[in-house]
């Protein structure tokens, strides 16, 4: 038996939408690519891009929706702080598009600057989408923002018991 935790997903997001999701104006974050193992109750890591380069905060998943663009439009337009031509140009050619739908979005008292990152976290490089984070990640995480991230979490634990298959 193992313990079952939430998944925390490195997520890079342009500076203007990040400070709209911290400031409640963005409620969804829109992908052409779906994260395959992100759910309900799991979380993000917001490092936000050039200028600013930094680790900011911490964001809960409330649910993920796959739909084509033209239906998923209905149920972000007024969460996902774009107009409808940006919607339009992002997923143009895609046949299906994702919306992770955010709550609870929790800044760090202090930002963790791409410097410091790499001074702390060996290897350490800002995903070009996004990245699963490995516990021993998540921990180095907690020790540079003094935010402990997995007590955080509502999400109820569970124990996965394995099946054995007889032939």
């Known amino acids: 038996m193992s313990l079952m935790s939430p998944n925390f997903l490195l997520l890079s997001i342009h500076h203007k939408y990040a400070s709209m999701i911290f400031e409640g104006a963005k409620r969804v974050e829109l992908r052409r690519v779906r994260p395959r193992h992100l759910n309900n109750g799991d ?3 917001v490092y936000v891009t050039s200028p600013k380069q930094a680790l900011v905060g911490l964001i809960e998943v409330e649910k ?11 149920f972000v337009k007024d969460k996902a702080g774009i107009t409808y031509t940006e919607f339009n140009k992002y997923y143009e050619n895609s046949a299906t598009g994702f919306a992770i739908f955010l709550k609870e979005p929790s ?4 930002p963790i600057k791409l410097e410091q990152l790499r001074k702390n976290w060996s290897n350490f490089q800002p995903p070009q989408c996004y990245k699963y984070l490995k516990d021993g990640e998540v921990s180095i995480i907690e020790s540079m923002t003094h935010h402990k991230v997995l007590l955080v979490s509502e999400k109820p634990k569970y124990h996965q018991t394995e099946l054995l298959l007889e032939k």
């Open 64 to 74: 993920v929706v796959e739909m084509v663009p033209e239906e998923l439009w209905k």
């Open 107 to 110: 800044k760090f008292n202090k």
């Open 43 to 45: 979380f993000l890591l």
